[in-house]
């Protein structure tokens, strides 16, 4: 079960509950891999809320390895999200949210 106190959410991927996270070491992966530079990068990045699917790839692929899920990029992209690319891109959005604040 998600615990939204410590940045966590709760969504159905491949029919099972999963718990995502952006914990500080997702975080550091996600600074990495967009080449953000820093957390302040990262925010500001998503704060126009203009993603593309390599974006919305890398934050669910951190969030649910920050989860505690052994899941690569690769394997995330054959997996069914809740929602199809709307429910991915919510997914997403809540998380940041969850992260940052209401700013993303």
Not at 10 to 17: K, L, M, N, V, Y
Not at 28 to 44: N, P
Not at 92 to 104: D, K, S, V
Request: aromatic content about 2%.
């Amino acid at each position: 079960m998600a615990n939204p106190q410590r940045g966590e959410v709760a969504a159905i991927i491949d029919g099972e509950e999963k718990t995502l996270c952006l914990t500080l070491g997702a975080l550091a992966e996600l600074e990495d891999r967009l080449q953000a530079g820093d957390l302040v990068g990262l925010s500001e990045r998503f704060a126009g809320g203009r993603v593309s699917a390599r974006d919305l790839t890398a934050i669910l692929g951190a969030g649910l390895r920050g989860g505690g899920h052994a899941v690569t990029d690769d394997d995330l992209a054959r997996l069914h999200i809740e929602g199809g690319l709307k429910g991915a891109a919510e997914l997403a959005a809540r998380l940041l949210r969850a992260t940052f604040g209401e700013t993303p």
